[in-house]
């Protein structure tokens, strides 16, 4: 029976090529609406306080914008001792000259998370057709584009989703590699090395995809079938590509920048990443495992993304058919690399809130995208019974997965608020318009005002005669109260964040409590007057 005599029988209506293109473009152009609206959607609001545990939610952005509101609102780059531009030399200059264009304040830097979000599409998508198929590359592109945790991450003015866009990048420009020929091969290959190495000055974390590309071209180069001299050199053009990038890092950057740079990166390994004893690292790999959702790395995934988590499993363990073609074996690799790298190091990590995860979930998502759309190869069927069966599978997972995203992200819109929002106008209605925010919660809230902050880190920045810096100005101390009150604090300054002179309490604060205390007149301030004299 043929394809018509069935559709007939079925009483169905064959769609013409021009009806079904039309219908494509729709669909294609709703989406981008869609996309561009749940990320643009009222950005003044909270973080939506279901993604995580961490006061990164209400801190981090601002830290990340910290130099380049530096030099917008004061005219210089370092006003104090944390300078987080040592760790995105790369990102700084673009979200200055972003700033520029349409000012500092909470919704301009997360618009600017939003435009790296929206362009890492095209590649991403571009990426995985060449590697794999449109089918894969169209499902994995509908995941990164509106699975929730990584659309709310992508609202947030983090230095993550920069990063995964440099991540992607370096995949587009790998699968242009892999399935180029000539010379076209080696000048990509150049281009990937660079840009693998560019993701490093825009977040340290993202080059520990590294290893993966190497062992994917490695092994591309090991089975390629044409001797032209181009396919022999691959690995030698990204070795190239990597060099250069890493030459003019380091002469530019590193060298003239290098005892700051060794000492924040040295606080950052010491004290948030790496564990200090076997035991602890035993701790942290069982809390990756088994911990609360927050906590632990696979508990968090099969909250928020069980089916792409299964599937990511699948993808990870299950041997490669015989009916890959080479091109699919390679981004198989890179894929599955790419994941365990990202995967074993915040497993490990004493520190790794679920923020970081935006730099796995590219290559997460399309490895599940190709195991779902690969049950196509398990079929003996006849064609158009297999491709009913297809569908029937490839929509029922996808129906499930949509549900439990469709879960989070009502539970998100409905609960919007904004605490932040409103913390920061209590500061300026009731502070000077010149007073010096101080304490690692002042730099999140004061996004969209003129307060100098201070952010103080034990070990890393302002945590020395903290509280004489600025006296020529008015100065309130911003930290986090009640049980998540610091010690730091209590013990350095014990008379200056009492009750007596405690201005108000934030409560909550997204998901937590924060204080807000006067420094005037204080005993501590006279003190550290005094030893410096």
């Known amino acids: 029976m043929s394809d018509a005599d069935r559709a007939a029988k079925d009483g169905t209506k064959k769609t013409t090529p021009s009806s079904a293109f039309y219908r494509r473009i729709f669909f294609v152009l709703f989406a981008i609406a869609l996309a561009i609206g749940l990320r643009m959607y009222r950005l003044e609001t909270d973080a939506y306080p279901g993604l995580s545990w961490d006061t990164g939610l209400f801190t981090d952005e601002g830290f990340y914008l910290h130099n380049a509101r530096n030099v917008i609102l004061f005219g210089k780059l370092r006003t104090d001792e944390f300078n987080n531009i040592f760790l995105m030399p790369l990102l700084h200059p673009i979200q200055l000259a972003w700033f520029r264009c349409f000012g500092v304040g909470s919704v301009?830097?997360?618009?600017?998370?939003?435009?790296?979000?929206?362009?890492?599409?095209?590649?991403?998508?571009?990426?995985?057709?060449?590697?794999?198929?449109?089918?894969?590359?169209?499902?994995?592109?509908?995941?990164?584009?509106?699975?929730?945790?990584?659309?709310?991450?992508?609202?947030?003015?983090?230095?993550?989703?920069?990063?995964?866009?440099?991540?992607?990048?370096?995949?587009?420009?790998?699968?242009?590699?892999?399935?180029?020929?000539?010379?076209?091969?080696?000048?990509?290959?150049?281009?990937?090395?660079?840009?693998?190495?560019?993701?490093?000055?825009?977040?340290?974390?993202?080059?520990?995809?590294?290893?993966?590309?190497?062992?994917?071209?490695?092994?591309?180069?090991?089975?390629?079938?044409?001797?032209?001299?181009?396919?022999?050199?691959?690995?030698?053009?990204?070795?190239?590509?990597?060099?250069?990038?890493?030459?003019?890092?380091?002469?530019?950057?590193?060298?003239?920048?290098?005892?700051?740079?060794?000492?924040?990166?040295?606080?950052?390994?010491?004290?948030?990443?790496?564990?200090?004893?076997?035991?602890?690292?035993?701790?942290?790999?069982?809390?990756?495992?088994?911990?609360?959702?927050?906590?632990?790395?696979?508990?968090?995934?099969?909250?928020?993304?069980?089916?792409?988590?299964?599937?990511?499993?699948?993808?990870?363990i299950k041997p490669f058919s015989t009916d890959l073609e080479e091109r699919e074996r390679c981004g198989v690799r890179l894929l599955r690399g790419w994941i365990v790298a990202l995967w074993l190091l915040f497993a490990i990590s004493n520190y790794a809130p679920s923020r970081y995860y935006v730099l796995f979930y590219p290559a997460m998502m399309a490895l599940a995208a190709h195991q779902l759309t690969a049950i196509s190869y398990r079929s003996n069927l006849p064609q158009w019974k297999t491709q009913w069966k297809i569908n029937r599978r490839m929509f029922f997972f996808f129906v499930i997965w949509g549900i439990v995203n469709a879960s989070w992200m009502t539970h998100w819109l409905f609960t919007l608020k904004t605490t932040r929002r409103d913390s920061e106008r209590w500061l300026v209605q009731n502070l000077p318009s010149n007073t010096v925010l101080i304490g690692d919660c002042a730099p999140g809230l004061a996004l969209d005002s003129g307060f100098r902050t201070i952010n103080v880190q034990p070990g890393l920045c302002n945590d020395r005669d903290t509280l004489t810096k600025f006296e020529n100005s008015p100065q309130v101390i911003v930290i986090l109260d009640g049980v998540w009150k610091e010690k730091w604090w209590t013990e350095h300054y014990p008379v200056a964040v009492s009750k007596e002179h405690r201005l108000t309490l934030f409560n909550p604060l997204i998901s937590h409590t924060v204080g807000v205390y006067s420094v005037e007149n204080t005993k501590e301030v006279g003190r550290e007057r005094n030893a410096g004299r």
Not at 110 to 129: G, N
Request: charged letters at 15%; hydrophobic letters at 50%; glycine letters at 6%.
């Open 108 to 316: 301009q830097t997360r618009l600017f998370s939003v435009a790296f979000s929206l362009l890492t599409l095209p590649f991403y998508f571009d990426a995985l057709r060449r590697l794999f198929e449109r089918r894969t590359a169209t499902l994995a592109t509908v995941f990164l584009t509106f699975d929730h945790v990584n659309l709310l991450y992508n609202r947030m003015g983090l230095m993550d989703t920069p990063a995964a866009f440099a991540m992607v990048v370096a995949l587009w420009a790998f699968s242009r590699t892999v399935t180029g020929e000539g010379r076209e091969r080696a000048r990509y290959a150049i281009l990937c090395g660079v840009s693998v190495g560019t993701t490093y000055a825009v977040r340290g974390l993202a080059l520990a995809i590294l290893p993966a590309f190497f062992f994917a071209l490695k092994r591309e180069r090991k089975n390629a079938e044409t001797t032209e001299e181009t396919d022999k050199n691959i690995m030698r053009s990204f070795i190239i590509g990597l060099i250069m990038f890493f030459v003019l890092f380091l002469a530019l950057w590193y060298f003239p920048n290098h005892a700051e740079i060794a000492r924040i990166n040295a606080f950052h390994l010491k004290e948030q990443l790496l564990p200090k004893t076997v035991p602890q690292l035993g701790r942290n790999l069982v809390q990756a495992v088994s911990g609360i959702r927050y906590l632990g790395l696979l508990p968090y995934l099969l909250t928020h993304s069980p089916v792409l988590l299964i599937f990511t499993l699948i993808g990870l």
